[in-house]
């Protein structure tokens, strides 16, 4: 059994796409891309800038085009996606996900994702600023998440919760059923 070239966690902000995801590519020697960091990199500011200077449109559109260029390059080992929380909501980025990725939705309870937030001072998320406080915070990601679901419903192949299983287990769970994705992929192809 082969492995899929691109595997995608997308899922809210906090769920912890970014440790799953460099875990996972270390595992399974792939390259490791995080859409995010590489927007920051390229327009050689925070997020929290972009949204403030440019606008969030404007980083919706950077957010595709990372995506993009992470798809159009080659790859040799396969590669790993940590994509933003609002990556999945657009149709565009749906598709590219659907046609080139097996994605994984990571999952977390809102108190742990309300902790996880407030304790990550480094990565300042603009969508939360006006939710100063915890319970603020917590009404916050249950709106958010409640009209956010469909689209990571129809974004996401599998998904895998990381509150209550530890790393590891969740990189052996994202394994397993990645093989088995691809297996099915191939017996579809050859059908
Ligand atoms: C966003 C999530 C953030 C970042 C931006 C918008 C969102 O990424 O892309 O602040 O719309 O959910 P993380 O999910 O990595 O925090």
């Avoid at 993009?68 to 657009?90: E, F, Q, T, Y």
Wanted: glycine share 6%.
């Amino acid at each position: 059994m082969t492995m899929p070239k691109n595997i995608a966690l997308i899922g809210y902000m906090g769920v912890g796409k970014t440790t799953v995801g460099r875990a996972l590519s270390h595992e399974l020697h792939y390259g490791f891309y995080d859409t995010d960091a590489i927007i920051a990199q390229t327009a050689g500011k925070t997020i929290e800038n972009i949204f403030k200077e440019d606008g969030e449109p404007a980083f919706r559109k950077m957010e595709t085009q990372t995506l993009k260029d992470i798809l159009d390059a080659s790859h040799p080992k396969g590669c790993v996606i940590a994509c933003g929380g609002g990556l999945p909501l657009s149709e565009e980025n749906q598709k590219l996900l659907k046609d080139n990725c097996f994605t994984v939705e990571l999952i977390c309870a809102d108190d742990v994702l309300a902790d996880r937030l407030e304790k990550d001072e480094n990565n300042v998320r603009p969508l939360l600023a006006d939710a100063p406080t915890h319970e603020e915070l917590l009404k916050k990601i249950g709106v958010m998440k409640l009209k956010r679901k469909a689209y990571y419903d129809a974004a996401s192949d599998i998904k895998t919760e990381t509150d209550v299983l530890s790393l590891e287990d969740v990189i052996d769970s994202i394994s397993i059923f990645a093989e088995m994705w691809q297996d099915r992929q191939e017996r579809i192809a050859q059908s």
